[in-house]
């Protein structure tokens, strides 16, 4: 009793003591920030309300994924259900086939796409004409421009029946192909399509950090002997792989990480079993099939994985290069 | 200088090097150029032919024509047109009032308001639940769904940033001598110093508005209110023929079927053009930009 009582006590002086120092020493100062820089806190305001609407309560409606949502009934209203829809995708047939298309074409796009844009600028390099080097610059960076609707429906148009690609096929003696009827050619055909929309784009970093390579170190390997060869083994490489590095780590980051725009305009029911990813999945059973809950629960459960990749890749890359997000 | 002297296996190299690029240079455009040859292309022919295409198969303006008289394509352009001006607008303003908080010194909730922005590029606030959040606030079916939705890119916003710590601190300090108050100094200090950035966020905002289409896709019901990109998604993706031929199905079928691949690719190519056209003028500064990314905020 007597150790509770002093306890209040104590406690009471602080709560006496307590607000009195705030109000000389912290709040005084908040009020003094407030003042002096009303107009910056003015300019921040809408920026507030934007990133509070359009980001924070959505994330706060991301408890419908524990929740028979309803809108009619909203968040309030709705019965809880526990982890009742993530148990609901993880025993689904659609888990083990979203995982393993997310992964398989999230490596593919790693293997073929990772590397190209690094040989782009090292061919670009290479290159001693100006002008050359600049238009193959223009043209390559070109693609990364063009609408994603556009694209793919350039890709459907090619790869149709009687359409460009087939018609090459048939040119060289081969039989058509229904691309996108087959499951087999979704991912070579999506690959393929990144690396020419995003390969020259992509290339853009590499050649900043190749230009800013210290001449002097060719001369001086020149001086030395090197040639061309031995100086992209001795210097071009060396200079660049911090880049790679961070870049590498940084995409491991986002290897659950696919976008639905290019899949959902490409895919069809038939070449789902390797074409349709967690983040199609997603936009097909929430706003196509009205599924609230389940698609929010089967997100929520992608963009955890996510951050838990994301936070992981930085702090490796934190470690490795002193390079890191934030 | 030993420059000059060259062995055989590096004028190898430098010959297939070229000759590699030039392969590459020839990939990236020739879907464009394929598109573009086969716009103005005879539809009959077209439909016979097979292979690729070197020079425009009979030339023909059908297609344009059809285009341009569709009154639903036209007014989608028009859309566009509104939905990059408004939206790349309010992108400026609202992407340089964040760059200018976080870019203050001394400014007590500035590591705060650092984390509420950071935070949204790790975790993913959810597509039902940002479709929900959009639905509730009365959004649905008009520009402003998209608009404010997208306001600012967290990612573009810290190009901008970066670059704002760059300028010096006595250029603003002489107008605040002179009473100037924080609005004044960002628009007429700050960002006539920083155009190379401005330059580079139109072109990043204005291209992702101009080609975006699935927020519009899910946000607007409306036809009327179409932009061209989803004009374009049911000609391209869906084979809509009424899109296509402008909801006159009169007259004869074959005809129409003759011209429709020409008028898929005149509506690409009257889609892609502006992109095209602006491309050249804002190509020097895109490239800054990207690097501006790659530098740590």
Same mark, same amino acid.
């Given at each position: ?112 796409? #990772? ?212 | ?114 984390? /509420? ?37 967290? #990612?573009? /916003?810290?190009? /901008? ?66 932009? /061209? ?69």
């Amino acid at each position: 009793m007597k150790s509770t009582s002093s306890q209040r006590t104590d406690g009471v002086a602080l709560l006496q003591v307590r607000p009195r120092m705030g109000q000389r020493g912290y709040g005084a100062m908040l009020l003094k920030d407030l003042l002096r820089n009303r107009y910056v806190y003015l300019m921040a305001i809408p920026v507030i309300v934007f990133y509070i609407t359009f980001y924070y309560v959505p994330m706060y409606g991301l408890v419908i994924s524990f929740q028979r949502y309803s809108p009619g009934r909203g968040i309030a209203g709705s019965p809880w259900v526990g982890f009742q829809y993530f148990q609901q995708f993880f025993s689904s047939f659609y888990f083990v086939r979203l995982i393993r298309n997310t992964i398989t074409i999230s490596v593919l796009n790693l293997i073929w796409g #990772f590397p190209a844009p690094i040989i782009l600028a090292l061919l670009l390099n290479e290159i001693r004409s100006g002008a050359f080097k600049r238009t193959v610059q223009s043209l390559t960076y070109l693609p990364h421009f063009i609408s994603l609707v556009v694209v793919a429906g350039l890709i459907l148009n090619f790869s149709a029946s009687r359409g460009f690609f087939n018609d090459l096929i048939a040119m060289a003696g081969g039989t058509r192909i229904a691309f996108f009827q087959d499951p087999r050619y979704f991912r070579p055909i999506y690959i393929a399509s990144e690396i020419w929309q995003q390969a020259g784009w992509g290339s853009i970093i590499y050649l900043a950090a190749l230009s800013a390579i210290d001449p002097e170190l060719y001369e001086a390997a020149t001086i030395d002997g090197a040639g061309r060869f031995r100086k992209l083994i001795s210097i071009t490489l060396p200079s660049i792989i911090p880049t790679i590095v961070v870049l590498l780590i940084l995409r491991m980051g986002q290897m659950m990480n696919v976008g639905f725009e290019k899949i959902i305009l490409l895919y069809n029911p038939a070449i789902y079993e390797t074409a349709d990813v967690i983040a199609s999945f997603v936009y097909r059973k929430g706003l196509q099939e009205f599924a609230w809950s389940y698609a929010t629960a089967v997100g929520l459960f992608n963009s955890v994985i996510n951050l838990m990749l994301i936070v992981t890749a930085n702090a490796i890359s934190r470690r490795v290069n002193d390079t890191s997000l934030w | 200088m030993t420059v000059g002297k060259k062995t055989i296996g590096e004028n190898v190299f430098d010959v297939s090097n070229t000759l590699f690029l030039s392969f590459l240079c020839i990939i990236m455009l020739y879907p464009l150029y394929y598109v573009a040859a086969a716009s103005v292309s005879d539809g009959f022919e077209l439909m016979r032919h097979t292979g690729p295409i070197i020079l425009p198969l009979g030339l023909s303006t059908a297609a344009y024509r059809m285009v341009f008289n569709n009154p639903m394509i036209v007014r989608s352009f028009f859309n566009s047109v509104y939905l990059v001006a408004v939206g790349t607008t309010v992108n400026l303003i609202m992407t340089s009032f964040a760059a200018y908080v976080l870019s203050r010194k001394n400014l007590y909730w500035k590591k705060a308001l650092m984390i /509420m922005a950071i935070v949204t590029m790790l975790f993913d606030r959810g597509l039902v639940p940002f479709f929900l959040t959009v639905r509730a606030i009365g959004l649905m079916n008009t520009y402003w769904s998209v608009i404010l939705g997208f306001a600012i890119s967290t #990612f573009n /916003m810290i190009i /901008m940033r970066t670059y704002f710590l760059t300028i010096p601190d006595s250029l603003e300090e002489s107008a605040k001598m002179d009473g100037a108050n924080d609005f004044t100094i960002l628009f007429r200090i700050i960002l006539p110093v920083a155009k190379p950035v401005v330059a580079t966020m139109v072109l990043f905002y204005g291209v992702a508005r101009w080609n975006g289409w699935f927020f519009v896709m899910i946000f607007l019901r409306d036809r009327l209110r179409f932009p /061209m990109s989803l004009i374009l998604r049911e000609i391209l993706i869906g084979n809509m023929a009424d899109t296509m031929m402008g909801g006159e199905a009169a007259g004869d079928i074959g005809d129409h079927e003759r011209i429709a691949d020409t008028i898929k690719y005149a509506t690409t190519i009257v889609a892609t053009v502006p992109i095209l056209l602006l491309y050249p003028f804002l190509q020097k500064h895109f490239v800054k930009g990207a690097m501006l990314g790659s530098v740590k905020g």
